[in-house]
């Protein structure tokens, strides 16, 4: 899939810390949800269904995801 990112508005979470080692979120069209490390804002990125969205974001809030 490719999906046209020049217009993209990324932004950062309110929780990010100032020490640069974050990831930006885009809300783009067809409701995709683009990823990308906001250390390497040119390089490659993600792009997630709606779905997959919710999906990581449930799981992240549950702790599902956490490292032992």
Known sequence: MTVDLSGARWFKS?????????????????????VRDSKNPTGPALAFTPA?????????????????
């Open 14 to 34: 309110s929780y990010s810390a100032s020490n640069g080692q974050c990831v930006e979120v885009a809300f783009l069209d067809g409701g995709l949800v683009g």
């Open 52 to 68: 997959e969205w919710t999906t990581f974001t449930t799981g992240l809030t549950n702790g599902q995801l956490n490292h032992p």
